[in-house]
């Protein structure tokens, strides 16, 4: 999968939301999340992230391997009930902005605004 990491906080360009074939980039309230297991590895998002958010699992920088878990984690423990794929494939867009984030980056401190 590919993964959104700590540069998108706070500035949710949302570029990559248009690019993705399966609609599986969701909306929190701080930052925008993939969803692991609607992801096809396409690679379109990455390019378009004006702040190098977007990572392909492997190619993690180090500070931003708990991303990895952590967008994961948006769809397992911050959504009740939705640990599964939300749409089929992706239902991002019917979904709408969920406004939570993770407890992880909950907490960040407003440094990307
Ligand atoms: Fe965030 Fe970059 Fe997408 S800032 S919303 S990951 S284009
Ligand atoms: Fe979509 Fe990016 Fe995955 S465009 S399919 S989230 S690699």
């Known amino acids: 999968t590919y993964v959104i990491g ?5 500035v949710m360009d949302r570029a990559c939301v248009q690019e993705c074939p399966v609609d599986c980039i969701y909306e929190g309230g701080r930052s925008l999340y993939i969803q692991p297991d609607e992801c096809v590895d396409c690679g379109a998002c ?4 004006p702040v190098e ?4 699992e ?7 391997r708990p991303y990895l878990a952590d967008n994961e984690a948006f769809f397992v423990e911050t959504l009740p009930g939705r640990d599964g794929p939300l749409g ?3 239902g991002a867009a019917r979904i ?3 406004g939570v984030d993770t407890p992880m980056v909950a907490n960040l401190p407003p440094t990307n605004a």
């Open 96 to 98: 709408g902005p969920l």
């Open 88 to 90: 089929s494939p992706g």
């Open 46 to 49: 990455e390019p378009v992230c």
């Open 6 to 10: 700590e540069a998108c906080v706070d």
């Open 58 to 64: 492997d190619d993690l920088p180090e500070p931003y």
């Open 53 to 56: 958010a977007i990572y392909f």
